[in-house]
């Protein structure tokens, strides 16, 4: 089992900045897929970034350009930096991770982009 616990959401005005982090626990393969989806309200969940074990990474077009992802060099923690945030960013973010077939998630954070 792998357990992801991320921090770091919470309220910004248009045009700020926030840093999600996401770290996981348990039985860690150095083969993975993690990164970070959205859910806003009324909407389903959206991929934002993930990121392979070889560093390798994936963004959604509405996020290129403004967000960073980016692991430690365990892979054990992700991190995603958010620049430029507007309020269609408003959602909760959750972690995920893809290892040896599992999808794992975390519980989210809520990040809120509001003047």
């Known amino acids: 089992q792998v357990q992801l616990v991320e921090s770091g959401g919470g309220l910004v005005q248009p045009g700020g900045s926030l840093r999600l982090s996401c770290a996981a626990s348990g039985r860690i393969f150095s083969i993975y897929v993690m990164g970070w989806y959205r859910q806003a309200p009324g909407k389903q969940r959206e991929l934002v970034a993930t990121?392979?074990?070889?560093?390798?990474?994936n963004y959604a077009n509405s996020v290129k350009g403004r967000f960073t992802i980016s692991r430690d060099n365990a892979g054990n923690t992700v991190y995603l930096e958010m620049n430029s945030l507007k309020p269609e960013d408003t959602a909760v973010y959750y972690c995920?991770?893809?290892?040896?077939?599992?999808?794992?998630w975390g519980k989210g954070t809520l990040v809120t982009v509001s003047s």
């Open positions: 995920y991770r893809n290892q040896d077939g599992m999808d794992y």
């Open positions: 990121i392979r074990g070889g560093g390798s990474t």
